[in-house]
């Protein structure tokens, strides 16, 4: 599993006092899965040590009934209750547990993906696949004679490794169910494919409207010229939408330089036949706030905030690690009078990891800024609520960037399957992420949601959760001496689920919520901009 790093815990020192007991308790040592290796893989398999849940994603050839799995390593000292290698049916998770003075339970189960397809001369849209039910059925004109249907092309199962009794090819009738006999990995089922008339040639099935852009998909019919035309609301001219991708009997297009908070009208058309006309209205476009970071403000206690003094908690946009580390006189995050080349602006955020400690005791903090807000101090470790209020849909992150790449000098955790040693390069973050997070179930404030306790790594954030719906990052590995353009291009997982809230971290020490970073790294970023494209 991919962990996002954050940052550093920022907070205050505890003097902590105890009792010395006669009786020793055994340690806890967490056990987990560091690595796992299967054949017939496709891709590498995603382990997620907060879940305690291992992902399989096998290849389409591969038999999900017999997964053999070559090789687990565990957390040194740790035992399976299952032992491995071996060869396991994972239509179902496999459950483990993982040992040595505690126990940890672990599940380990597969994903498959096969192709399935099921196409004849036209077609009307893409045939509807079943596979619980085995009933593949495509839809054709009602003017189609079902004595007569040449069948272009049937896909049921893997491929290269996939049989079919009797051959379904050519013109073959359609006017009863068909049976066939799909066979792999030497087991047989058994499979109706249909043919329906339908009265709708053409329709328009997706229609998802974000700023400047619109995703569109239809059904048509196939063998025919296939695309779609749209106009502003109140224009008498239709505009041709360019680059439509056809697929037998349906077709697709991103419609890209729309105006923001505009309505359209949309149609699909298939040969000489026309949709029902759409109309659509696209997103607003807003920019972050303090974007070039020259609003800042100080409390009693000599905090330094990105925002002003005066403002109230919704506008509180971006936080930092600074109500943590002022407790010890340290700022890790400063506004200098260093902006990047061209900027209308006189200062940049300045994001310096270093070690904060009080009669030598303390944690390292890596430098840092995001969106949300600085909660509270725990002993010495901080509780983080990430996100602000957001519903748009950007396609990337825009801002100028300088780093200084620091060698490691504290160590004290990694993630999962990492190690570090002293005098290995640092290394910086920014990442932006869009979901549909609540406090509820992360733990924040309807404000910013996902809730971060530095000693807990199971509250790490996942860019792979369920409730993510955007995510992407720039990692630096190199010193930046100067200032340089960086983009995060943002890889949404739907494009019809719109998002609640917006997530932006930066970070001089990518592992720095590991306590783990260099004292000597320091980011600096200025003229943050969403691009809407």
């Known amino acids: 599993m991919k962990r996002l790093i954050l940052f550093g815990a920022l907070c205050l020192p505890a003097l902590l006092a105890g009792c010395i007991h006669n009786d020793l308790p055994y340690p806890v040592v967490t056990i987990n899965i560091e690595a796992i290796e299967a054949e ?52 179902t998770p496999l459950y483990t547990t993982l040992s040595l003075y505690q126990e940890y339970g672990w599940s380990i189960a597969a994903t498959q993906t096969i192709e399935r397809y099921f196409r004849v001369k036209k077609q009307v849209g893409a045939a509807e696949i079943d596979p619980a039910n085995r009933t593949a059925t495509a839809y054709v004109s009602r003017s189609t004679d079902l004595q007569n249907v040449p069948v272009k092309e049937l896909k049921l199962g893997p491929a290269g490794i996939t049989t079919y009794s009797p051959e379904i090819e050519g013109t073959t009738s359609f006017e009863t169910v068909r049976l066939v006999d799909v066979t792999a990995h030497g087991r047989t089922e058994q499979w109706r494919l249909r043919v329906v008339p339908t009265d709708v040639t053409v329709r328009i099935t997706q229609c998802d409207a974000w700023a400047r852009i619109a995703w569109l998909a239809a059904d048509g019919l196939s063998d025919t010229e296939m695309g779609f035309v749209y106009r502003r609301k109140g224009d008498t001219e239709w505009l041709a939408v360019p680059d439509v991708e056809i697929e037998g009997g349906t077709f697709r297009a ?10 359209y009208e949309l149609q699909a058309f298939s040969d000489t036949d026309r ?13 972050l706030p303090n974007a070039g970071f020259e609003t800042w403000s100080t409390d009693r206690s000599d905090i ?38 061209g900027s ?35 002993g010495t470790d901080g509780i983080v609520n990430f996100s602000q209020p957001f519903t748009s849909r950007p396609v990337a992150l825009h801002g100028w960037v300088k780093y200084n790449r620091g060698k490691m000098d504290y160590i004290k955790g990694s993630p999962v ?12 973050i920014i990442y932006m992420a869009l979901g549909r997070w609540t406090a509820a179930e992360y733990g924040g404030t309807e404000q910013s949601p996902v809730q971060v306790y530095t000693r807990d790594t199971k509250t790490f954030f996942d860019p792979e959760g369920k409730d993510v719906i955007a995510y992407g990052e720039v990692v630096f590995t190199t010193s930046v001496d100067e200032w340089r353009e960086f983009t995060v291009k943002l890889d949404y997982t739907a494009t019809d689920v719109v998002p609640t809230h917006l997530m932006i971290v930066c970070s001089a020490s990518r592992y720095g919520d590991y306590f783990t970073g260099s004292s000597d790294s320091v980011m600096w970023v200025d003229d943050f901009e969403l691009v809407y494209e």
Not at 417 to 428: I, N, R, T, Y
Request: include cysteine; hydrophobic fraction near 35%; proline fraction near 6%.
């Open 417 to 428: 399957g990492m190690s570090f040693a002293k005098g290995d390069p640092d290394e910086g």
């Open 254 to 263: 991103k419609l890209a330089g729309l105006d923001p908070e505009t309505t």
């Open 304 to 341: 330094l905030y990105p925002y002003a003094a005066d403002a109230p908690l919704a506008e509180q946009f971006w936080g930092s690690g600074n109500p943590g580390s002022m407790t010890l006189k340290k700022l890790v995050t400063t506004n200098e009078k260093d902006p990047r080349p």
């Open 275 to 287: 949709s029902d006309v759409r109309e659509f209205t696209t997103e607003a476009a807003p920019q």
């Open 40 to 91: 017939g893989l496709d891709g590498a398999a995603q382990i997620n040590a907060a879940q305690q849940t291992v992902i399989l994603p096998l290849s389409e050839t591969t038999d999900i009934r017999n997964v053999h799995i070559t090789s687990v390593t565990l957390t040194e000292g740790g035992q399976s209750s299952v032992a491995f290698p071996g060869t396991f049916d994972l239509r």
């Open 344 to 378: 209308e602006g006189q200062y940049c955020a300045q994001l310096k990891s270093q070690y904060v400690a009080f009669l030598g005791v303390g944690k390292f903090a890596a430098g840092n800024l995001f969106s949300g807000h600085y909660a509270e101090t725990k």
